[in-house]
T-cell receptor, first 114, second 114 residues
Framework: AQKITQTQPGMFVQEKEAVTLDCTYDTSDQSYGLFWYKQPSSGEMIFLIYQGSYDEQNATEGRYSLNFQKARKSANLVISASQLGDSAMYFCAMRDRGAQKLVFGQGTRLTINP | GAGVSQSPSNKVTEKGKDVELRCDPI?????LYWYRQSLGQGLEFLIYFQGNSAPDKSGLPSDRFSAERTGGSVSTLTIQRTQQEDSAVYLCASIRDAMADTQYFGPGTRLTVL
């Protein structure tokens, strides 16, 4: 069975610092996709970044990058130059190619301090 | 609109009543998902629709839960004889097609069962 583990329930970071949110996953499939979503207090799930299991390069989207270490089954999200607006819940998720649903971790609540 | 929309945004009901939650996916998206997010938790898959195929209902927690998708577009999630443990945010997501990777979420419906 697929499983996503996010070991940091909460993170506190000073504005403008970089922050790494941890995510490890477990799957027996060779083909899968990894996602990060942001959920601000408004409740909407905002897609941030995607990494395919066969992608050789780490995904990047603006200030977001995904540190993909396949052998260690980790897919950490790195946010550079954090901003106050980055304060939110962050969820790591995985989708196996053979399945359609996303499996989510428990989330990390990130707070950016001024 | 360009995004996934859901209605109502909030629903308060009494235990034992039936409720209907609506989701309008992004135009042209063929696949639609329902998830449930209990307080402080990650997202739990409920049901998945893809085109005219039979839906994947493997995540529905009990036979009180059902969903339909009419005309390959709008979907309704129905909860019969609501219980207090049904209180949660119900999120809908759509995806362009079965081979696409990214699910786009609506703002959710917050259901409170008194």
């Amino acid at each position: 069975a697929q499983k996503i583990t996010q070991t940091q329930p909460g993170m506190f970071v000073q504005e403008k610092e970089a922050v790494t949110l941890d995510c490890t996953y477990d799957t027996s499939d060779q083909s899968y996709g990894l996602f990060w979503y942001k959920q601000p207090s408004s409740g909407e799930m905002i897609f941030l970044i995607y990494q395919g299991s066969y992608d050789e390069q780490n995904a990047t989207e603006g200030r977001y990058s995904l540190n993909f270490q396949k052998a260690r089954k980790s897919a950490n999200l790195v946010i550079s130059a954090s901003q106050l607006g980055d304060s939110a819940m962050y969820f790591c998720a995985m989708r196996d190619r053979g399945a359609q649903k996303l499996v989510f971790g428990q989330g990390t609540r990130l707070t950016i301090n001024p | 609109g360009a995004g996934v929309s859901q209605s109502p945004s909030n629903k308060v009901t009494e235990k034992g009543k039936d409720v209907e939650l609506r989701c309008d996916p992004i135009s042209g998206h063929t696949a639609l998902y329902w998830y449930r997010q209990s307080l402080g938790q990650g997202l739990e898959f409920l049901i998945y629709f893809q085109g005219n195929s039979a839906p994947d209902k493997s995540g529905l927690p009990s036979d009180r839960f059902s969903a339909e998708r009419t005309g390959g577009s709008v979907s309704t999630l129905t909860i019969q004889r609501t219980q207090q443990e049904d209180s949660a945010v119900y999120l809908c997501a759509s995806i362009r097609d079965a081979m696409a990777d990214t699910q786009y979420f609506g703002p959710g419906t917050r259901l409170t069962v008194l």
